[in-house]
């Protein structure tokens, strides 16, 4: 008897190991994350709040170059839209590609815009290199500094847009039920296909620039003084109303910011 339980213990241990051994072998590789934003309920009139994010602080330059043919470590693409009108993107040879459907938007309701993010913390740049040619009702790509869905800023190379305004840069926020454009296309204009844009946090202070290249010098876009905390998610955005259109991003960059 005690021999036959030996016997049927040992079967036993030899079975669950080749089971392991079989789960490690059929190991598929990591898929890009990519996810939908999941907020609290709200009581009613009030706008929802996001779970409470804890993001890292900035305190070393960081680059995602989009080399490597996968999402950047760390970052995450949000695309609300996932089961009915996925976002599709590629990653690789410098560049993130990102295909804007139409109707994919953040304002009001909808918050069907694919966005690439990182949690930060404290005072912070964000930079970005933007290929991107808008022509059409708002086409907008470029940077986004999200607290909730009720508050968040978006710079952008963009056309269009509320307020009015052609081929440019714009900033816009929202705060509670209110969008404002801070700076429309038709003050800052350009029909350049590729531009750097830059947010600068300094305590509750946001600060946007753009300039065509680094050969020239940042130009301040617009300023705004926000209620935010101290964590947001910060990083990439596609905007389109109009005709299916395809941007391009060829870094992000997130450094300590100035003293």
């Known amino acids: ?33 990519v996810s939908v934003e999941s907020v609290e309920s709200k009581p009613e009139g009030e706008q929802p709040r996001a779970k409470m994010i804890v993001g890292e602080k900035v305190e070393r330059e960081q680059v995602a170059d989009f080399e490597e043919s996968r999402l950047p470590e760390g970052w995450e693409l949000i695309d609300n839209d996932i089961k009915k009108q996925p976002s599709p993107f590629s990653v690789g040879d410098g560049k993130l590609s990102l295909i804007i459907r139409s109707g994919k938007d953040m304002y009001g309701d909808n918050f069907g815009a694919p966005h690439l993010v990182k949690a930060v913390s404290g005072d912070f740049q964000i930079e970005t290199r933007v290929i991107f040619s808008p022509k059409q009702d708002y086409q907008g790509a470029g940077l986004l500094v999200f607290s909730d869905k009720g508050n968040y800023l978006r710079l952008e190379r963009g056309f269009g847009g509320t307020g009015g305004g052609g081929s440019g840069i714009r900033l816009d926020v929202r705060k509670g039920d209110v969008y404002e454009a801070l700076t429309t296309t038709d003050q800052v204009q350009t029909d350049s296909n590729e531009v750097d844009l830059k947010i600068v946090r300094i305590g509750q202070t946001f600060i946007a620039y753009w300039r065509l290249n680094e050969e020239s010098e940042w130009k301040e876009v617009g300023e705004f003084k926000s209620d935010y905390p101290d964590s947001v998610k910060v990083g990439l955005i596609g905007v389109n109303t109009g005709e299916e259109i395809t941007a391009q991003f060829d870094h992000i960059k997130l450094l300590p910011a100035p003293k």
């Open 1 to 33: 008897m005690k021999r036959s339980f030996i016997i049927l213990v040992a079967a036993l241990v030899a079975a669950c190991g080749n089971s392991s051994d079989v789960a490690v072998e059929n190991n598929e590789p990591a898929k890009p994350v």
